[in-house]
């Protein structure tokens, strides 16, 4: 197209490839349904306004930049929005098309023994991580604020202070429990969509399988976008799609229809992109831990409106302002996405498992899973702290843990962020669990000293993480992430349920869970496709546990 200043008075819709056809139309939602005409915009036929947009190529989507600065446009008559959506709403988009007819059509037969099995795991480990963070300033906040909204027709449970309070509430602080330490599952973190699904499920005393099954749905297509469009966060914006993944989950508990589940998706998706700077670099705030809740929260809210008949915009993906406009570039989703790991990646085509099922857990909290954190014993017998002269770690990536803004942790949500800070700590205490995070810890003299010793380089050439210590004879002892239980890209090695077992021990026994409480915990979340009503779950287990001070 021509330069801004050259565009001509009159928009006219072509088949022709150098203009805009009537596809593009299509696409941004401008002059949907309409047929091209050489002299204007007719009306179309069925067929014409039900032609999937991915009839046009990647190259012939229309960036928002051709749109700016063309004035003096004309628009005929001849549209006819014939979508038969609530509220004279138009058609879908293609993407959320795709998406909604997928989790429509998701149902409980997904649920096999291996998947529940695998499921039973990661829900110990979430409400594991969820007692971790339990008594935390951010929080205790949270509860607070949930205490001034008491639950209506609606109620669930924000865990450990027995506070009835609508769901999106109670997704939103127990959310933030669950990721406080930075403790579950890597990477992605989508474990921190569940408790939002489990608020909803006590709401409408959804049976276990149900909630399962919604939490299936919400990894499906957190990884059916999350492997479309990989490279969202370049443009500042993180982990985008914890909304719409939770919106699904939460909309297929809700029974609600295909034309309310596409404005769920939408109301999850167009008012909130969050940006990245919330555990970026600097100092943190309590919204590192709690960016993902707050996503849940505004997605639960979403599918409630959805429900009650609100709508949202028809094509928030492909609609010119859309996200394909704004954020990501066009792309091409394909649900179920058979992808896992982290970062998430097409699965071998040998492997049949659900995303759900390819999680990395931690084995330490911390950023990244704490790299290296298994080799501190060798490098406590190498040198000790006062022995050493200096600490030169390498990564290929200086990422959300490394930057200068680390050096000083005054709160747990840059500590467990902070690489400095855990290095130190495991070298003087030769390992890293919840007690390197209490105000006590931060200011810990000797862990600081050993601070003042590190240099972080950034070397993108690396594989993964580099650790050398240099002691004052001049004797020096280097390692790497793939010595330290991790694999030459710096990602964990499998897990196994034993691990996981004596991580949530751990967590327990840290918390002053009794061991009578712990296995009820983990006997509930394990089989909790057996249980008939998730309200009974959540009250049996979760309800209280641990001490707390009044809020």
Known sequence: ??????????????????????????????????AVASNGIGVASAAQQNQ???????????????????????????????????????????????????????????????????????????????????????IRIGAKVARIYPAGPLKSTVWGYDISTPPDLAGFVNGSMVRHNDFNDNGAHASDIVPGILAVAEALHSTGRQALLAMIISWEVYGALQLAAPNYPKNGIDNLYVGPACAMAVGKLMGLNNDQLANALSLSLVPHLPMRID????????????????????????????REGMTGPAQPFEGMGGLWDVVTGPFDLKIPSHAGGNPMHKLDDSDHRLVVQALEYKRFPGNGGAPIMSLMPDFQNFAKPEDIESVLIEVNSFGD??????????????????????????????????????????????????????????????????????????????????????????????????????KFDRICAYKGITTEHRERIRKTWYDLGAIKDTAEAIHTTLVHFGAFKPL
């Open 1 to 34: 197209m021509a330069k801004t200043s050259e565009e001509p008075k009159k928009i006219v819709a072509s088949e022709s490839s150098g203009g805009l056809n009537r596809r593009d139309l299509m696409k941004f939602g401008i002059y949907t349904g309409a």
């Open 52 to 138: 999937s947009p991915y009839a046009a190529s990647a190259k012939q989507f229309v960036p928002m930049s051709r749109w700016k600065g063309v004035t003096g446009r004309t628009a005929t008559a001849g549209y006819v929005n014939d979508s038969g959506r609530a509220y004279g709403n138009g058609p879908m988009d293609e993407t959320s098309r795709r998406i909604v007819e997928w989790v429509s059509g998701a149902s409980e037969s997904l649920l096999t023994d291996e998947v529940v099995h695998d499921m039973g795991w990661m829900l110990v480990d979430t409400i594991g991580c969820a007692i971790a963070g339990f008594e935390s300033n951010s």
């Open 279 to 306: 555990h970026a670099y600097g100092p943190n705030s309590m919204s590192k831990g709690n960016h993902d809740a707050e996503m849940v929260r505004c997605a639960i809210f979403g599918a409630i409106c959805a």
């Open 401 to 502: 843990g490394s930057d200068p803004g680390k050096f000083d942790p005054r709160n747990e949500e840059t500590a467990d962020h902070s690489t400095p800070y855990y290095i130190a700590w495991a070298l003087v205490h030769g390992d890293l669990f919840l007690d390197a995070y209490t105000q006590e810890s931060l200011m810990n003299p000797e862990v600081r000293a050993l601070m003042k010793k590190i240099t972080i380089h950034e070397d993108p050439t690396l594989h993964g993480f580099k650790l050398t210590v240099r002691r004052k004879d001049g004797q020096e002892m280097t390692r790497t992430a793939s010595e330290g239980g991790q694999d030459v890209g710096g990602r964990p090695t499998p897990i196994d349920t034993e691990e996981l077992k004596k």
